[in-house]
């Protein structure tokens, strides 16, 4: 199963924060850093609930797949701590807010075939174990030997650790069991002093945990910040479609990217009807409907559906009105058989055991109150229909997040087959519709997901300015037939079958040629129904509309909700008509499958991991001079810098396990050092994709082979500074590569060039400049004192009609080839010419300033003529490049 390309920008940005809290060495630095450099100045500040401990948030809708981010999340997550403690337990506390979830979960992450599981195993090689508390307790397979040689994952409830009974108080007592972990001869200070040392909740603090919080809004009090904080945690993962206050969100899934990848069925169609009889009878309706659409649809090679109603029950109460076992009783009458009848309450559940998504199972009508919550999932759930009372407002703010997800993550090819539907008999429908909107915020969507049919989209029969009749009416004051009213003045109507079409399970096809079009409503079929099928016919309508508003949503990593929040300027007026339209040549790659302009993957942007499939490392050379290492053990002890509440403890070089890690290896033959200083030198190298890791290990061994005793022992000791100098030579090794294919792929004409970028109409730098004259945008993003000189130089010539500072990290236009070249500026001349500019002030590294000349000359060589590149140096220009003079004097007569 692979990641969806949200799910995948979630990981990344993990992995992203993660790079930078390493390097900024302050939590809230390096989360006010990671959001300035998308543009997001305006995010609330770190939230410092866990002192010293990494806590952040993944705002994920209903059906986002937030246990399979999780899972995929946890590698880069020790993966970076190893970096520091290289002998790190992989320990996972897995916590979830109620026993259903956590039966699920373990039931999930232990089945060798379920894909979460199938993702841990080849994730961490196969060496993985999932255990509930029980199983810790008794020290079933669970020691400090067994702990450090795989990833070990204990799925608990928030309730287990609150020590509310005799069982949940066992986590505090000391425990024979678990002796092992008394002789880990870690010397932290873990131990919560009131407890034994071998007691759970102890041996879990030694073990300094990750720990991932499923429905993390139910873990927001006090009382529950106290139950994290006493873990001894070193990373939080908050996983919620409702953050709240004090969660540190780093990324953000909106509803529409879910809409994109087939996983929900929205928008949700809602509709009011006369009475509660109108609603059954509606709700059986469209579901025999979606059933024979459904079938037609396997029949012509779809997946198959089974089309579910739940119907909402009021509890019961001293008036004893529309309870679920009327409603059930109401059911049977209509002949449906009682197999496919189930109900799901607080204290009667008939579902337990039941698959739903089977073939063979039956069920296709649940009667709930409100207990269907988190835990409960069946993607064959389409029809919410709400019985209760006419003068409430509905209440499905629970339940309607049951209704959401799509069957087999699929566009199914009717669009009746890819909403989901909510009727409702309420007199108070505008409130009914803002418990509608509550439901979607709580399962992380928004009022624009949803489509309400007013009574004249379901009536499409009756003329202009009339009102329909009673039968049919959606607001009228008049009562159905049947019903009386109440000296309070409610109705007092309840169900009853008679009012509800004899044949409403009678298949379109037998009475769709003898309904003559629209019926009268005394002699409504379930065919010609007017109510459903003026929803089927609303609803396709709102789909499309809805499905077209998907396809052209914004930019993913900026969700609406951050729109506000960021640090947003838009193109000047004045350049807009001009500026808007121009494209910037980019390099095109083409592919096997056919010509230039076959289809849309036939010319896939070139990337520069394109270039290096055929790259081997192995066999390279391995020669490098260690001589100039720096002398530094690991950057600095980040429990010293000053203000320690925010210095994050997964970054902290224990020097006790460092040192004793080093001498466990040096102790071993030469042999068993080359293999375990090559295994912790991997380690700490990172992503070398596409470089495949046999080929870097053996590369790595080369290298640690060559090493004689006395660099082996150093190596161990500043292994940061070394791996640093080998990744060096390894990308010096692949910019060689890189370029000699580029050359051959360009020299042959399998590497072509068309316009690929265009400017935005607004920009969102990490921060700004001071203003200056002829800029493309309102302000522009900051830059330093060379390039604002030189720019001021450029502006400042008459034939200039507009500059842009160029931004970087994925959002400005970059050269693509054998590397990624974001030049400084883009200037705009009178006479049509556009110049991208790269400056080179003396206080620059430029070591890559001549791989970037040749890539960009190439680029201009082959862009056209009104398109330019050029290299400013302040002095000492390489060899193709300009002084600052030089340069202006060119660009004055383009």
Known sequence: MELKSYQQRVIDDLAEFLATLEGSQRI???????????????????????PKVPHLCAKVPTAGGKTYIAVNALKPIFDAFRRSNPKRPAFVVWLVPSLTILEQTVKALANPEHPYRKRLNLLFQNRVEIYEKKDLLQGAGFSLDTVREQLSIVVMSFDSLRARNKEDRKIFQDNGYLASFLDSGDKDDWRLPDYDASALINVIRSLHPVVVVDESHNAETALSVEMLHNLNPHFILDLTATPKNNSNIFSFVDAMQLKQHHMVKLPVIVANRQDKNEVIEAALILRRQLEEIAFQEEANGGKYIRPIVLFQAQPKTADDNTTFEKIKEALIALKIPAAEIKIKTAKLDELKDIDLMRRDCPVRYIITVNALKEGWDCPFAYILASLADKSSAVDVEQILGRVLRMPHVQQHGHELLNMSYVFTASNRFAATLDSVVKALNRAGFSDRDYRALSAEETHPAVEAGERPSAAGDLFGDRLPAGASLSADGKTGDDIDVSHIAPDWNQPAAETASSAGGLLAPEAQTSAGHPFVEAVKAQASQQNLAYEAQAKTAGDPAVPPELETRMNRHRM??????????????QFFIEVETGGWFDGDETHPLLERDLLLKDFKLANLDATIGFEDVDSEMYRVDLEQIGQEEYAPKPFKVNRAHRQRFNEIILAQSRENQVMNLTARLFELIGNLYPIDDADAKRYLSR??????????????????????????KIDALADQHAYRQFSTLLHIDKIGIRPGFTLPEAIAPKKNASALPKSLYVTEAEMGDFERKVINDVANLENIQWWHRNLSRGKGFRINGFLNHYPDFIVKTRKGRVVVLETKGDDRDNSDSELKLKLGKLWEARAGSAFKYMMVFNDNPVEGADKLADALAKLGQM
């Open 28 to 50: 809230d630095t390096a989360y006010r850093e990671f959001w300035a450099e998308r543009g997001v100045t305006g995010m609330a500040p770190y939230k410092n609930n866990v």
């Open 572 to 585: 000047k007026d004045l350049f807009r008509d001009e500026a808007l339209p121009l494209a910037l040549p």
């Open 703 to 728: 290298i640690v082979e060559a090493m004689d005793a006395d660099q082996v022992r150093d190596c161990l000791e500043r292994d940061v500074a070394y791996v640093r100098k080998i990744r060096q």
